[in-house]
């Protein structure tokens, strides 16, 4: 039995493989900045993360999910009495979307979502539209990210899907 083990484990290994590649699958690490906008920018500085990025291309639309880290940094704000520090915010980001490929390489995406703070328990849904040009493996977004409770601003997110 143990020798029947490897040879079948390899051939469902390769069967995945070639069936994912007839899908257009792709998995990657993606980098993101967000720069805050509106009132958001009073109390926020730039985000910054970062994590796992999965594509699967359907013709001309694609479905995409990601999952990671932000970090969201306070900043001093003035208030009656002085000054205060709003508090920096640790997230763990989780994204699903669809893309439109106006041609192969531009694209046209719409993610939702969710935050979950990783220093307390609350979460934010998360909205992001965006456009964006992928070249073999190298996929770059522009985008506004909304996050219901806390804010939006515009952001720029850099991926590399093998």
Known sequence: MKRYLLPLTLSVL????SQAQLKGFSIGPYAEMIWPAGNTANT???AVGGGLNADIRIQKFGVSASAGFIHIGGKTVAVNEGTAKTAAIN?????VGIKYRFVPALYFKVEGGVA?????AGSAVIFSPGIGVRVLGLDVQAKYETWID???????KVAYNF
Do not use: C, E
């Not at 997230?91 to 994204?95: C, F, G, L, M």
């Not at 979950?116 to 307390?120: G, L, Q, S, T, W």
């Open 44 to 46: 926020y500085s730039t």
């Open 150 to 156: 806390k804010g939006s601003g515009w952001g720029l």
């Open 91 to 95: 997230a763990i980001p989780v994204r």
């Open 116 to 120: 979950r703070y990783v220093d307390d």
């Open 14 to 17: 390769v069967s995945f493989k």
